[in-house]
Every structure is written in C-alpha cells, then in structure tokens.
C-alpha cells in the first residue's frame, strides 16, 4: 500500500478519511466559516499539506450530496495537486444554489483522490494515425 503523508498546518484542521472501507476518495475538511452566495466562488481552506507517492497526483473532486442538496459543487473540477506541491490544499468551491450557503470549521467540502500518473515523451509529429473516429466531437455522435 502507497503512503500519503499529511501535515496539519492548522490545529483544527481534521486528517482525511475514507468514510467506507471500499471508497474512492477520502473526505476534505473545511478550517473555516464562510458564506457561499448565489452564484459566487470561493476558495476555502483545509489546513492541511500532503506528501505524495511517487508518480501520483491528488484529485479534488466535489461530495455528492452538496451537490445534490445544496448545488455547490469544486470549479475545477477534478482539481489536481501536483506531486511537489507542500503547501496548503484549498479547495475552489461555486455556489449554483438559489440561496446562500454556510460553510463551517469541521465540514466535509469535498473528496480527494489519489491517482497514478503516467509520464509521457512529447514528440512533433506531421501526421497522425487515423481512427475510427479522427476529429470528430463535439456531439459528433448525437443524442440517441
């Protein structure tokens, strides 16, 4: 099993933690009180740091039930935190609501996911192979 290391930079900041045995992510916790309102983003902070594994990135990606129940949901989503990055790990949260939303120290924000990451060698090429797609997108395929 891969170690990920976390140091708390705040005294109240809360380690993560799968909620499930069987989980993909691991809850973030919010170190502050704050309002989200209709339609605005804000970055709210953990109060942690983290040390990852070799070759692998963290993914911030929003809970499922703020989304469902509240419409706040991570911008940039997934948000991905470099495997050299040691400062703090905040999260961009948006409010998609119809109503201002509170934030509070000790809440579960949003999930965060440790993914292996795979280094490629970038080369320019003059052509590329063709498929069975090419470059189509964009609703290339249609709705039904």
């Given at each position: 099993m891969l170690e990920l290391k976390i140091k708390k930079l705040n005294e109240e900041a809360?380690?993560?933690?799968?909620?499930?045995?069987?989980?993909a992510g691991m809850d973030?916790?919010?170190?502050?009180n704050k309002t989200i309102n209709v339609g605005e983003t804000i970055l709210v902070k953990t109060g942690i740091?983290?040390?990852?594994?070799?070759?692998?990135?963290?993914?911030v990606?929003?809970?499922?039930?703020?989304?469902?129940k509240h419409?706040?949901?991570?911008?940039?989503?997934?948000?991905?935190?470099?495997?050299?990055?040691?400062g703090e790990i905040a999260v961009i949260l948006i409010n998609h609501g119809k109503k201002p939303f509170d934030i509070e120290k000790g809440m579960r924000?949003?999930?965060?996911?440790?993914?292996?990451?795979?280094?490629?060698?970038v080369t320019e090429a003059l052509d590329l192979?063709?498929?069975?797609?090419?470059?189509?997108?964009?609703g290339s395929t249609g709705l039904k």
């Open positions: 809360i380690i993560p933690k799968y909620a499930h045995d069987s989980d973030l916790y919010s170190v502050e740091a983290i040390e990852l594994p070799e070759n692998t990135e963290a993914q990606r929003p809970r499922s039930g703020l989304a469902l419409s706040i949901t991570v911008l940039n989503t997934p948000g991905t935190i470099d495997e050299g990055y040691r924000i949003a999930q965060m996911v440790i993914k292996p990451v795979l280094k490629v060698k192979t063709s498929s069975d797609r090419n470059a189509g997108g964009f």
